[in-house]
């Protein structure tokens, strides 16, 4: 079965600051992988996703993550944090059995400080 | 915001008794998969429904159990309620089954059990 391992629980960063969260995946073949954000009384948001193509992946409002193979990880980056980028992201897999089951990580909460 | 949407926002209910929550999916989509997210966890798949049948489950007692209609719109119920089951309940539609197909979450029914 595949699963992903979120690294941190908590990242704490300061406005305009780098920012990245771990995560690290345990697959038997080539997997598909998501980032997803949840903000607080919202929906999940797809972010990015990994899909055997390029192996960095640009997402929407300026995340990008990269599949790194040998180091079975999928981090998520961004240069320059924003206020409203506050929330809890999931790294997620998709576990291949004839259709399409999400397998998400225990979640990075993601604070953000002026 | 997705086109997904959930009914009720939130319940309370008492151990033993039974619930039933509904989910509207995005025009066009076929496809819906429920997840149930505990506090401070990560979502955990339930099931999902393809053209009205079970297309897959997760490790979920057969007290859940789900029906999709002729329009797609879903419900999810859940009998004989334990403690255990207090939790953000998602759903998410799809185009279709299988892996390119992006799931959209709508906001969860939380619901909590005392």
């Known amino acids: 079965a595949q699963s992903v391992t979120q690294l941190d629980s908590h990242v704490s960063v300061s406005e305009g600051t780098p920012v990245l969260l771990r995560c690290n995946y345990s697959?038997?073949?080539?997997?598909?992988l998501f980032w997803y954000v949840q903000h607080p009384n919202k929906g999940l948001q797809l972010l990015l996703k990994y899909t055997s193509a390029a192996t960095l992946v640009k997402g929407i409002n300026g995340f990008e993550a990269e599949f790194k193979k040998s180091e079975t990880s999928f981090h998520l980056t961004k240069p320059s944090a924003h206020m409203s980028d506050a929330a809890e992201y999931f790294c997620?897999?998709?576990?291949?059995?004839?259709?399409?089951?999400?397998?998400f990580g225990t979640g990075t909460r993601l604070l953000v400080s002026p | 915001e997705t086109g997904v949407t959930q009914s009720p926002t939130h319940l309370i209910k008492t151990r033993g008794q039974q619930v039933t929550l509904r989910c509207s999916s995005q025009?066009?989509?076929?496809?819906v998969s429920w997840y149930q997210q505990a506090l401070g966890q990560g979502p955990q798949f339930i099931f999902q429904?393809?053209?009205?049948?079970?297309?897959g489950r997760g490790n979920f007692p057969p007290r859940f159990s789900g029906l999709q209609f002729p329009n797609y719109s879903s419900e999810l119920n859940v009998n004989a309620l334990e403690l255990d089951d207090s939790a953000l309940y998602l759903c998410?539609?799809?185009?279709?089954?299988?892996?390119?197909?992006?799931?959209?979450f709508g906001p969860g029914t939380r619901l909590t059990v005392t």
């Open positions: 697959s038997s073949y080539s997997p598909s």
């Open positions: 998410a539609s799809s185009l279709a089954t299988g892996e390119n197909y992006e799931q959209y």
């Open positions: 429904y393809y053209r009205e049948e079970e297309n």
């Open positions: 025009s066009g989509h076929n496809t």
């Open positions: 997620v897999v998709s576990d291949q059995g004839g259709f399409q089951k999400l397998v």
